[in-house]
């Protein structure tokens, strides 16, 4: 079982849809960082959190830390969301990842 | 600011051939590192540094070898390719001797051995 689960697996929305991208994680940590993959392969990071909430733009990253869990949400979704999104769980100085989620957004 | 750059882009490998994908940032960052991204794996951790001159390993790092001589540079290593370690390959650094700030990634190099 990988330390790091995220579902779904694939994800197909209508444009303007709320999505939410779940990660859990069954190690202790002490952030969990968001990253986004184009399909071009480049790979951005989109947040780092500890605890509670993070937003920028459209993107809000919440994490609990007592039930191991952290949640990506995209509010109206638009087709240059297309990518696939990574949660990646810190523990020390090691990033453990979790497979990704594949997100296609319709217009 | 070039950020992470990484080279080069794509590389054929013969079983047995040794080589070097080279990683380099400009920004001052002191913790690097290199991951494999196999499809369906997600992205693994092969060694990492949290400043010149100290390495440490990942999660897979056999076959591979690193070395952090400046803080600029962190050049990953294979000694004798194996058709196993076809890959993508992304180099990463984040400002301090942690990950307590955002990853910057360079836009990999896609390797193939033969």
């Known amino acids: 079982k990988n330390e790091v689960e995220q579902s779904p697996q694939n994800l197909t929305a209508q444009e303007g849809e709320f999505i939410t991208i779940n990660c859990s994680y069954s190690?202790?940590?002490?952030?969990l960082h968001w990253l986004q993959q184009h399909p071009g392969g480049g790979i951005v990071s989109l947040f780092m959190?500890?605890?509670g909430k993070k937003k920028h733009g459209r993107l809000i990253a919440t994490i609990n830390i007592q039930e191991k869990h952290s949640s990506l949400h995209i509010t109206a979704s638009h087709p240059r969301d297309s990518a696939v999104y990574i949660c990646?769980?810190?523990?020390?100085?090691?990033?453990?990842f979790g497979a990704g989620t594949i997100l296609r957004v319709k217009s | 600011n070039a950020g992470v750059t990484q080279t080069p882009k794509f590389q054929v490998l013969k079983t047995g051939q040794s080589m070097t994908l080279q990683c380099a940032q400009d920004?001052?960052?002191?913790?690097m590192s290199w991951y494999r991204q196999d499809p369906g794996m997600g992205l693994r951790l092969i060694h990492y540094?949290?400043?010149?001159?100290?390495?440490d390993q990942g999660e897979v790092p056999n076959g591979y070898n690193v070395s952090r001589s400046t803080t600029e540079d962190f050049p990953l290593r294979l000694l004798s390719a194996a058709p196993s370690q076809t890959s993508v390959y992304f180099c990463a650094s984040t400002l301090g001797g942690g990950l307590n700030s955002p990853l910057h990634f360079g836009n990999g190099t896609r390797l193939t051995v033969t």
């Open positions: 920004m001052n960052h002191e913790y």
């Open positions: 190690v202790g940590i002490s952030a």
């Open positions: 540094s949290v400043g010149a001159g100290i390495t």
């Open positions: 990646a769980a810190r523990g020390g100085n090691k990033l453990v």
């Open positions: 959190l500890s605890s």
